[in-house]
């Protein structure tokens, strides 16, 4: 419920930022640089004299955004790989496990940032980076699934009574692996979220002036001892955000095999 | 047995070209001319073709690969377009710091780790456990430069007891902080998998058994409940050893730190193409030969892994 919670509030943060963010999170205000929290601004501001609320506001778009979509790419990768690997079987499977075990090897951030350096900054190009880098384990989900389901008798049953193949997978085995996929593809957008953060972080992720988390932390570096509020705020909020997702995982999961509650 | 070793060599193999192939591909689609990073601004055309004919990249990409391919079999990982050196020579330069670093987190992690584990399983559902549980929990969800940044304010700026950044003179307080901060995800994995393989030693009978003799519960756990708890969790740190090695991007970055996961971020923004495949490869090699090792003492402690039958496309 906690984690339900969270999600549920940064989905509504992030709908209504102009609504509820105080100022607007570009205009740059001079003389109230580097302003501790206060009365007027609640978490501070930045060099530019930006209200770090406001841009903590909005940066839940970008965080939402390549949650959601680079793990949607990821799922959608993974489902169609697992699909050829466990169903077809024979030769796909063989090669698709091992391109998998390739990406599994891959150091997540270098493999990240190389993606970027190629493609270049830019929020479409986190979704593609993030989204290609993460399928392989959706695919081994999936494959795992269809393996144990597919010679069970109501697949034959399917089969005999004349189910093509893509009927057979979208109508009896998707939904008998729904719950793993989306219970890990929820884990997996706290991941993306916090690889987006490092990827801004390092400079090769979302560019400014648009409001990112990472980016806003890789901006407070220069003021760390100046004005510390520029640090805590956004990296406070990602630390809150993948919690939700992580535990929302956790309560979907239990919800699915209540088993696992113990 | 060695039939099982040669399987997993050869499922190694393929990982290690396939990355190369990936990196390979990436560097080569990059907008950028290597004779132009070489030679800098104001290079003729002319001097740019030859060092291009020079270089071989006037070549089409799988003749380049091949190329590339034969001189990683006989050991050269080639030479930076930004420092003129053979790649080995700098990793084998940034390679220690990275080493000493893992190594110094992978003490943390034991420590703290198996430390927190214990005392959680054993003190169930008390204070203690709770305190492990939900730190846990929340340490995974923590940016690691974040983290970083935190205790760069709190104990290098603030409390000024620990250097902020930098390898300095070597000496331990550079290593805190970075060791900290390399290994906070870890240690949280650590706790959470020996509680777990903890209080299922600690329900076995002969734990009962071993309390109905009279023996200190400090025994009981130390010596009885504990080597059986520790097979999981020694799999688990031996797999980190190996990722740790690699170089943290990220720690090195924040701290500073003179390693090679910071040297691959530089390369990578600088398009310094041979150091990024060579150090991917280096690094990318370590992690599979890691994993192979624990495969390797899981199935000499456990001849069913041996002998399973080999599922299909696995």
């Not at chain 2, 690969?65 to 079999?73: S, T, V």
């Not at chain 2, 756990?221 to 708890?229: D, I």
Request: with cysteine; hydrophobic share 55%.
């Amino acid at each position: 419920m906690v984690g339900l919670s969270i999600v549920l509030l940064l989905v509504i943060i992030a709908i209504f930022a102009p609504l509820i963010a105080p100022f607007d999170p570009i205009s740059r205000v001079k003389e109230d640089s580097l302003l501790g929290p206060g009365r007027t601004y609640w978490f501070g501001t930045d060099l530019l004299g930006r209200d770090i609320l406001s841009r903590v506001i909005y940066g839940s778009r970008v965080s939402l955004e390549v949650g959601i979509i680079a793990v949607g790419i990821s799922v959608i990768i993974g489902l169609l790989m697992g699909a050829l690997s466990g169903y077809f079987g024979g030769a796909s499977d063989a090669i698709i496990m091992r391109v998998a075990d390739i990406f599994f090897a891959f150091p997540y951030i270098l493999g990240a940032i190389a993606i970027m350096t190629v493609l270049g900054p830019g929020i479409i190009n986190i979704f593609i980076a993030i989204g290609l880098l993460g399928w392989a384990s959706f695919a081994r989900i999936f494959r795992g699934s269809i393996l144990s389901i597919k010679n069970k008798e109501y697949i034959e049953a399917a089969r005999a009574l004349g189910a093509s193949n893509y009927r057979i997978i979208t109508k009896h085995i998707f939904p008998n692996s729904f719950a793993p996929i989306i219970v890990y593809a929820t884990m997996n957008v706290g991941t993306a979220i916090i690889v987006e953060a490092a990827l801004s972080f390092l400079g090769i992720g979302v560019q400014p002036p648009t409001p990112a988390w990472g980016k806003m932390l890789s901006e407070s570096l220069d003021y760390i001892d100046i004005a510390p509020w520029m640090m805590i705020f956004p990296g406070l909020v990602i630390l809150i955000t993948v919690l939700g997702f992580v535990l929302l995982g956790d309560g979907l999961r239990d919800a699915f095999d209540p088993k696992m509650k113990q | 047995m060695l039939y099982f070793i040669l399987r997993r060599i050869l499922q190694i193999i393929p990982v290690i070209i396939g990355v190369t192939l990936i990196l390979f591909i990436l560097m080569y689609v990059i907008p950028e001319d290597p004779a132009q990073l070489i030679l800098q601004k104001g290079a003729t055309p002319e001097a740019l073709a030859n060092l291009r004919a020079k270089m071989g990249i006037d070549r089409p990409l799988h003749v380049q690969y091949w190329r590339y391919m034969r001189g990683l079999f006989s050991g050269d990982l080639g030479t930076s377009y930004r420092y003129g050196r053979s790649v080995n020579s700098i990793l084998a330069q940034h390679y220690p710091y990275s080493i000493r670093l893992a190594f110094a987190a992978i003490i943390l992690e034991i420590i703290i780790g198996l430390f927190a584990g214990i005392v959680s399983a054993v003190k169930k559902y008390s204070f203690w456990d709770s305190l492990v549980t939900i730190s846990t929990t929340i340490v995974v969800c923590v940016p690691v430069y974040w983290l970083g940044m935190i205790l760069q304010v709190t104990f290098g700026l603030k409390l000024g007891w620990l250097p902020m950044s930098g390898y300095g003179d070597g000496s331990i307080k550079y290593y805190i902080l970075p060791a900290i901060t390399l290994a906070s995800v870890s240690i949280a994995y650590v706790a959470r998998m020996m509680r777990s393989t903890m209080l299922e030693a600690l329900s076995n009978d002969y734990i009962v058994t071993a309390y109905a003799k009279g023996l200190s519960q400090f025994k009981v756990v130390g010596k009885h409940a504990m080597k059986n708890a520790l097979i999981p969790v020694v799999t688990l740190v031996g797999l980190d050893l190996g990722a740790l090695m690699g170089g943290a991007i990220l720690t090195e970055t924040v701290f500073n730190w003179p390693g090679v996961g910071r040297t691959l971020y530089l390369a990578v923004l600088q398009r310094d193409a041979p150091v990024v495949i060579g150090g991917t490869i280096i690094l990318v090699s370590i992690f599979v030969i890691m994993n192979l090792i624990v495969d390797i003492i899981y199935a000499w402690l456990d001849p069913r892994i041996r002998y399973e039958k080999r599922e299909p496309g696995l």
